[in-house]
C-alpha cells in the first residue's frame, strides 16, 4: 500500500499560483501513475492531471492544459502540481491519487490509493 500527503493549499487571488505537493511514503516502488483530482462543492470528484511515475510522461484536463503542470521527483517520493493563472473555478479540494497498474488510469475508480486532500480557495 503506498500512503499520500497532500500539501501547499490556501488561498490566492485570480492570475496568481500555487504549487501543491504529494509526499508518498510505504510501497512506492509499486506506482506506476500518480495523479491529481480536485472537487469543488456539490460536484463529483474530477480528473486534473496524471503522470507516469518512472517514464514521467503527463496527462492533462482540457480545463487546467497550459495553466498547470504536474512533475514528480522520484528521489523525493514526491508529486507536485504547479498551477498558474489560477482562475475562481480552480477552487476545490485536490486530492492526490496512485495506482501500480499499467493502465491509462484518469477515472477515481483507476486509483487504490488517494490523499486526504487539500484546499485550494482562488478569490476574484
Known amino acids: 500500500q503506498v500512503q499520500l500527503v497532500e500539501s501547499g493549499g490556501g488561498l490566492v487571488q485570480a492570475g496568481g499560483s500555487l504549487r501543491l505537493s504529494c509526499a508518498a511514503s510505504?510501497?512506492?516502488?509499486?506506482?506506476?501513475?500518480m495523479g491529481w483530482f480536485r472537487q469543488a462543492p456539490g460536484k463529483e470528484r474530477e480528473f486534473v492531471a496524471r503522470?507516469?511515475?518512472?517514464?514521467?510522461?503527463?496527462y492533462y484536463a482540457d480545463s487546467v492544459k497550459g495553466r498547470f503542470t504536474i512533475s514528480r521527483d522520484t528521489a523525493k517520493n514526491t508529486g507536485y502540481l504547479q498551477m498558474n493563472s489560477l482562475k475562481p473555478e480552480d477552487t476545490a479540494v485536490y486530492y492526490c491519487?496512485?495506482?501500480?497498474?499499467?493502465?491509462?488510469?484518469?477515472?477515481?475508480?483507476?486509483?487504490?490509493?488517494w490523499g486526504q486532500g487539500t484546499q485550494v480557495t482562488v478569490s476574484s
Open positions: 491519487a496512485a495506482d501500480p497498474r499499467y493502465i491509462l488510469a484518469q477515472r477515481v475508480a483507476d486509483f487504490s490509493s
Open positions: 510505504g510501497r512506492v516502488f509499486s506506482i506506476y501513475t
Open positions: 503522470i507516469r511515475w518512472s517514464g514521467g510522461s503527463t
